[in-house]
């Protein structure tokens, strides 16, 4: 897989985190804790690149099945979402209108997220868990009011992130979707953060969402109708961006809802996110208990 991803997860009931390797995980907070507790610290000192060389130079301390996976920041000050930045994405919603002239977006709590290969919670309130593949990028740097030309300066790392939507709660309101985005373990972050290094990584890559293996969704962020350079520039204007920040940019056509009948995620499903270069993020799908 290259240079090894940097991912959060939990040993024996204890957090950690390491560089993933396909021979196993490398422990690599029981290197650099006092250092770094966190991933997030690592953003924050610019060391993912060192920390990911100095994994790749070690024998893992775990298989991967020994781990229980985590969404890779551990406690992001803010996880923002983009809304309908697909070219097919706003044609979806039949209403007439052209592609909007500022992005959409919403916020998201981090309880709403589980990591890599573990189940969605599809809840008591509805059967309406819906699925949404997304590339993210993870600040690295602080800024306000940041160029375009200086955008992808503050990116640290990219992930991925199953956007998991519960469709009628979305429409409880006149204005927002908060309540349909925020239960409780029904999205996905990871597998693992891949170090950013320059746009070609991310410019024009395929992304995909497989449901039990049938490719739902398929398209590239090279079609993206809010690039990442102007999302950066847009999102600093009101909000100072900090390291460990996650911005969620937007899934392509084809989630459950827009077939007819709908096709929504149910026990026993299993849905894979997939990015050139990023890698896979699998769920299953469980019911609340």
Not at 154 to 172: K, Q
Not at 237 to 247: A, E
Request: aromatic share 8%; proline share 7%; charged share 25%.
């Amino acid at each position: 897989m290259g240079l090894p991803g940097l991912a959060t997860f939990i040993v024996n009931g204890a957090p950690k985190y390491g560089a993933v390797t396909d021979a196993g995980i490398v422990d690599l907070s029981a290197r650099f804790a006092k250092e770094y507790p966190t991933l997030r610290e690592v953003i924050a000192a610019g060391a993912l690149t060192k920390l990911a060389d100095e994994g790749a130079r070690h024998p893992p301390d775990y298989a991967l099945d020994a781990i229980k996976w985590q969404p890779p920041i551990a406690s992001p000050e803010k996880i923002i979402c983009i809304g309908v930045n697909y070219p097919d994405r706003n044609a979806e919603y039949k209403d007439g209108q052209d592609a909007p002239k500022y992005p959409s977006m919403f916020m998201r709590t981090l309880r709403s997220f589980v990591g890599h290969n573990t189940p969605l919670v599809r809840p008591r309130a509805s059967a309406q868990l819906d699925y949404e593949g997304e590339l993210v990028l993870v600040i690295g740097k602080s800024g306000r009011h940041i160029r375009e030309s200086d955008a992808l300066d503050h990116i640290a790392a990219v992930t991925l992130c199953n956007e998991g939507t519960i469709r009628d709660w979305v429409r409880h309101a006149k204005f927002n979707v908060t309540q349909g985005k925020n239960f409780d373990s029904t999205g996905s972050l990871g597998p693992w953060l891949v170090p950013f290094t320059d746009e070609s990584q991310i410019a024009d890559i395929r992304l995909t969402t497989k449901v039990n293996s049938e490719t739902r969704q398929d398209d590239r962020t090279g079609r993206l109708i809010f690039g990442f350079r102007y999302l950066i520039n847009y999102l600093s204007t009101f909000t100072t961006l900090v390291p460990g920040d996650v911005i969620v940019t937007g899934t392509p056509t084809g989630a459950g809802a827009r077939f007819d009948p709908p096709r929504y995620l149910k026990p026993g499903d299993v849905v894979e996110v997939e990015a050139e270069g990023v890698g896979v993020l699998k769920n299953g799908v469980i019911d609340e208990a």
